[in-house]
């Protein structure tokens, strides 16, 4: 391991790469605790975040500008939205869209009028504007149609909507690209990594999402508040609640995963060590019984996830069929100190990738002290740079040793190299064509590892016959087009984690595994697939208000409560409480 | 116009991507642009001054290296952009200079000079003390030292011009780089040969103006951007019905 590297693990038995990278068990994630929103929550939280309106400039139908202030110990921002009509027809969660229904970022530091115009020019443009470098997010989101028809419907008409709606759609706006770290001229990610608030991965984009469903709950009541001034109500606390963000995800995931090997082996090794750690601790009664209350609950929320993908529908319902299997292990096995040892043996021996990574997923809940110092440890310097004075044949030993996965795959086969990944001419958008069938094949994206290894290693073999003291950079010299995956092995072979096993050209990949494995760690919920390479899914759905954030919260452990968000019953959807109008 | 780092790298790997470059060379010849930019150094124009040269040079030649022994090497870039070539030459010297303690590398015949600075620094974040040393064979004849101490990414830089021209004038198109493990080799400009200081970077003043450009942006040229907007849709693969299908969503929304 280098250096400047972090070992979180600390000796500790973590679970060999062979069975954590392949990829369909990083296709079993759940969301989790050190799933940025949760991290993200609990900061604020922790924090003392405060978030306040400034400015809601809308009109009858909800359209015009909103700014909301945050102010943070260390330091000022603002969330600020445009909302404009759209047309059904160019309603698209594509990321080829032109025009959305809302467009909004996160600025660093006060906002001004000149900075404001800046952004009512360029945000509703997206990636066609030229943002301003204060410009930490910027994010566009659509309306779900029939959620948010019929939740104006309601409270305008004195009632609140029904709960089933959201279990059903989870959000009343979907976010189609949420863009950070420099992108069309927003600020770089190095401009946070040296602060307080943001430096953790994602954690700005996530607030950016977290100030959108606080938008989406006001704009909403203000519709309905236009349309209705005597009857319109406020939406229901416990509805709010119940109510996330939706987002659309596609194959532009996949690169991120590829290409930032050394962060993904940091998030990945920051949750495997917190497990590690977790399963070592000596349970009490009360942590079988409140594992017990997590499993029920997630049990229940599975049993209410709709999708309409097969797959998916399968999964889950395997896992709901098979948690009472774990409802009855954990009631009938005597309290041993080994106790989560054995459970998670016997998941592995027993139960369904997606089940065994629940499992994990909610033994992780009982013990925030454990698992909680391991958020600040999701980062990584990203460096990948060559050891030019290693001798060649170490290097080929290090493959044989920690990429023999990659040596393993033939290739000669069709099957073997169906795929090629590219980027269209449309907005960059990665896609994947067929080999010797669809055109664009010399412009494919290097993202399939395994391959690259391979012919590496071919190489590095034949040079060392001839010259068996060489080094790596004498080889180079040679063969230059071996550098990238040369420095990649270096870098990566003596990390635990960080390389995802798997065939990227196979025929048989599922990319809709790279993406869950992504969105796990966002801390996303609802896997809602519409294809196998394109998903829906809702962040932030039973998270804490704005205003319980704003109202101090004086039991952290209780705000951090919020996993696996359950429909909400015995809501009076009569109920009326006078709406009011943000401050 | 102003853009992020990362957006002026992300830009360049492309464009050099879709001039052929392999996947190592054009993420490092990225680095270099994106680096001098970034302190703003001119990386863009010296990129712009450069871009036909590089569009039209033949990718197939890497640089030969004409004499080694343990700590020394002489390299032919053939007259390559240090984009495409410095980088393993550079890395030569550093594992010479592991080995030995003091590598010195020449470079003959590369363009594109300036561009180098930006690949030793990542030599110098891995502990290397790096100087550079090139000479300018047009009147007035100049004179450009970059120093990096060990574990400094940032440069002390000096270009000057000398004044008692020396008699041969054979074009001098090289780099000499000067590698030490535990010596740094700074400026000291003592001599009590005339010369005429051109630009003076401090190590504190580029520190300043990265600062600078993390806050404000990178300023660029709106047309040099233009042209590698255009140069980087090389690697794009041109759509279709059956493509769009390859994203593996529909067109339109339905919740």
Known sequence: ?583 | MKVSHNELKGLCRKVFEGMGFEEGDAGDAADMVAWMQGYRLGGLEALNRGLNYLLNEDSEVPPDVLYQDGDLAVLDGHGQSVLRSSSLAVELGFAKARARGLAVVKIRHCHNRQLIMGYLSRLAGRGMNVTAFWRNAHAPLTEQVVCFRSNSTVPEIRVYAVQEVPEETEPNDAITLVLTNHTGLMPAMRSDYQYDMIAKHSESDLLECRKQTLAQGIDVDDQVWARLKELSARILVESSDASRGGAGAGTTDND
């Open chain 1, 1 to 583: 391991m280098r250096e400047n590297s972090i070992n979180p693990a600390g000796g500790l038995h973590l679970r060999p790469a062979g069975q954590v990278m392949q990829l369909e068990r990083l296709g079993s994630l759940h969301a989790s605790r050190l799933s940025f929103v949760r991290t993200l929550v609990r900061q604020m939280a922790r924090q003392r975040w405060q978030i306040s309106c400034t400015r809601f400039d809308l009109d009858a139908q909800g359209h015009g500008t909103a700014v909301y202030r945050l102010q943070t110990p260390n330091g000022r921002y603002h969330g600020v939205f445009f909302s404009q009509p759209l047309e059904d027809s160019a309603r698209s969660d594509r990321v080829i869209a032109e025009a959305w229904d809302v467009t909004f970022g996160v600025v660093e530091g006060e906002l001004n009028d000149e900075l404001l115009d800046q952004m009512a020019a360029n945000l509703p443009l997206q990636e066609a504007g030229r943002q301003d470098p204060r410009v930490l997010v910027l994010s566009r989101a659509n309306k779900s149609l029939r959620n948010f028809a019929g939740f104006v419907d309601a409270l305008a008409e004195g009632r609140q909507p029904e709960p089933a709606w959201l279990t059903r759609v989870g959000y009343l706006y979907r976010t189609t690209a949420v863009y950070g770290n420099g992108k069309f001229g927003i600020a770089d990610y190095a401009r946070l990594q040296g602060g307080r608030d943001f430096s953790r991965p994602f954690s700005v984009q996530m607030f950016a999402v977290y100030l959108l469903r606080h938008f989406s709950i006001e704009q909403v009541e203000h519709i309905a508040r236009a349309r209705s001034p005597e009857n319109a109500v406020a939406m229901n606390t416990t509805l709010r609640r119940y109510l996330g963000i939706g987002n659309s995800t596609g194959l532009g995931m996949a690169p991120f995963l590829i290409n930032h090997p050394q962060l993904i082996q940091q998030w990945i090794l920051s949750r495997e060590s917190a497990l590690a750690r977790v399963l070592d601790q000596v349970p009490t009664e009360a942590d079988r019984w409140r594992l017990i209350e997590l499993t029920r609950r997630a049990m229940q929320h599975l049993s209410q996830t709709v999708t309409e993908d097969r797959a998916q529908q399968e999964r889950n319902r395997e896992t709901v069929a098979s948690l009472p299997e774990v409802l009855n292990w954990l009631e009938t096995v005597p309290l041993d100190t080994d106790l989560w040892q054995q459970l998670t043996a016997w998941a592995e021996r027993t139960l369904q990738l997606e089940t065994q990574e629940l499992v994990n997923t909610l033994l992780m809940e009982l013990y925030p002290a454990v698992v909680e110092p391991f958020e600040d440890q999701m980062s990584a310097d990203e460096k990948v740079e060559l050891v030019p004075d290693m001798p060649l044949v170490r290097l080929k030993q290090l493959i044989d040793t920690h990429y023999d996965w990659a040596l393993e795959y033939d290739f000669s086969t069709r099957e073997a190299c169906y795929w090629f990944w590219y980027r269209s001419i449309e907005k960059e958008e990665p896609r994947l064509g067929v080999r010797h069938e669809e055109p664009g094949a010399e412009k494919e994206m290097l993202l399939a590892i395994a391959p690259r290894v391979q012919r590496a290693h071919d190489a590095i073999c034949d040079y060392l016959a001839d010259y068996p003291r060489a080094l790596v950079v004498e080889f180079l010299m040679q063969q230059p087009r071996h550098k990238e995956i040369v420095r990649r092995i270096q870098a990566m072979a003596e990390t635990p984690y960080g390389e995802i096993r798997a065939n990227l050209w196979h025929r048989d990949l599922k990319p809709m595994h790279l993406l869950r494995a992504k969105l796990s760690f966002f801390g996303a919920g609802r896997f809602d697939p519409k294809s196998d390479r394109w998903v829906r899914m809702t962040l932030f759905q039973g998270a804490p208000l704005v205003e319980e954030l704003n109202a101090e919260p004086a039991n952290l452990a209780d705000f951090d409560d919020w996993s696996f968000p359950l429909e909400p019953q015995a809501i009076d959807v009569r109920q009326s409480t006078v709406g009011e109008a943000p401050e």
